[in-house]
């Protein structure tokens, strides 16, 4: 009795976390109420979290933070705090840039180190910059900037082998992408390991089953292109030559590499920036499961997916619950709130004037789940703005819900909710706006099904 009762807490648990999903190319609100902001970013697992750490482009290109996130799922995060943060002069100081930062944990000294790609406004100093920490998420000192080997670097990342030996991974402008051995300490570069002669950028290294995979981008800008792999089981010796890993023509869904995640011995997840060059503080995430056999990796694009990180076989992934659509037209309006046009939207027509001076409000009444669970909600909205729009979301009478709903600039988009939902027909979700503030127009909600 007490092993069946095992057993079925078990799967009650898992069947609880199985509708968390990852929306590629959405508004993602952490805990402070805010867009993620950790673009270029990478992450590093301590425990049973995972910490995100990556650039904030609230302020547009210029370096103001480098940010730290931490989740034990990869769906939900909390912001933690700045790493590191603008300051009134030098390497940190204003109008310069700070890109691609990543942190290896060195077992020898105990110590997090943190790379970055360190530059001017003109991108002149070509430079990595080093930061070293006690506490992944904690404070880190700055040690200073320097061209590793003599050589330009740009876009950076950093890989650790099995035997903990540290690599930077580097785009020299004007020799091509490096892969360099790092000192004991992870505080300098000690030798080159491998040179392409191609021009590519944005690297992540990937080691499963014995294998290597460097994965990069052309240079377009920031404009993506369709993002290449190359194949080894040597860091030395024998690569491959450059393939694309996404549908060719798709410019990798429009993204580029930062990151890619193993997950098992098998699975891999890639995670890329969506870029937003007019306004990079709108900038996503494309997040996706890579399908890696052998010297061959395949990634297929999704809206959204279910992670499975404790997963034993190939796929980081599970499969994705069936999901009802409700209309945001077809929901009940409060104050002024009303139906208006909307060419991007489902039907044509979305529930507007949420939120304002006459808190205008939509509810979602009769919102079905088949068990109790925390899922991911796709709220469907328009936010012609150039800034975001935020809405406080209500479900089942509970506490308001903060989400942020980055501009859409003329189309439809999404933005996810992570809520507990009851077993039943009866759910109900509340939209309305944060104070005098305008909500988005609300184009529908799309809702997990167990």
């Known amino acids: 009795m007490h092993l069946l009762r095992t057993l079925l807490l078990a799967g009650l648990s898992s069947l609880a976390q199985a509708s968390l999903q990852v929306v590629p190319g959405a508004t993602w609100t952490t805990s402070n109420n805010e867009h993620l902001q950790a673009h270029g970013g990478g992450l590093i697992k301590v425990g049973s979290l995972y910490y995100l750490v990556g650039e904030d482009k609230t302020g547009g290109s210029a370096f103001q933070n480098v940010n730290c996130y931490s989740s034990p799922d990869l769906v939900q995060w909390t912001y933690v705090g700045a790493l590191l943060t603008r300051g009134s002069s030098g390497d ?266 006459d808190r205008g409000t939509v509810t979602f009444s009769g919102v079905r789940s088949d068990a109790a669970a925390r899922s991911t909600v796709r709220i469907r909205y328009a936010n012609g703005d150039s800034s975001p729009r935020y809405a406080n979301v209500r479900v089942n009478g509970g506490a308001a819900q903060k989400v942020a709903f980055l501009p859409t600039s003329g189309s439809v988009s999404a933005s996810t909710l992570h809520v507990d939902l009851k077993a039943g027909s009866t759910n109900e979700v509340v939209i309305e706006g944060v104070g005098d503030g305008w909500a988005p127009d609300i184009d529908r909600l799309i809702v997990p099904v167990q």
Not at 102 to 116: D, H, P
């Open 92 to 357: 940190l100081g204003p109008n310069r840039v700070v890109e691609r930062p990543k942190v290896l944990f060195n077992e020898a000294t105990g110590k997090y180190v943190l790379y970055m790609h360190i530059d001017s406004s003109n991108y002149g100093d070509a430079k990595v910059g080093v930061a070293v920490g006690d506490s992944v998420c904690g404070s880190y000192t700055y040690r200073g900037s320097f061209r590793p080997l003599g050589h330009q670097s740009r876009d950076m990342g950093l890989f650790a082998d099995d035997d903990g030996t540290g690599y930077l991974l580097s785009e020299d402008r004007e020799n091509g992408l490096r892969i360099m051995k790092l000192s004991a300490d992870y505080l300098n570069v000690t030798e080159s390991t491998y040179l392409w002669g191609d021009s590519i950028e944005a690297p992540a290294l990937l080691k499963l089953n014995g294998r290597y995979y460097m994965f990069g981008s052309k240079l377009t800008g920031w404009d993506p292109n369709d993002n290449v792999y190359s194949t080894s089981t040597s860091l030395a010796s024998g690569w491959s030559a450059w393939a694309t890993f996404a549908d060719s023509g798709s410019k990798t869904y429009t993204s580029q590499t930062n990151f890619v995640l193993p997950v098992g011995s098998s699975a891999a997840i890639y995670l890329g920036d969506r870029w937003k060059s007019t306004n990079l503080m709108t900038s996503t995430y494309v997040w996706l499961p890579l399908a890696v056999s052998g010297a061959s990796v395949k990634m297929a694009d999704a809206e959204s997916w279910v992670p499975n990180l404790s997963t034993t076989s190939s796929s980081a992934s599970t499969a994705k619950p069936a999901e009802t659509a409700y209309e945001g037209e077809a929901a009940r309006y409060g104050g002024q709130a009303r139906s208006v046009s909307c060419s991007g939207c489902s039907g044509g027509t979305a529930a507007g004037y949420v939120g304002g001076p």
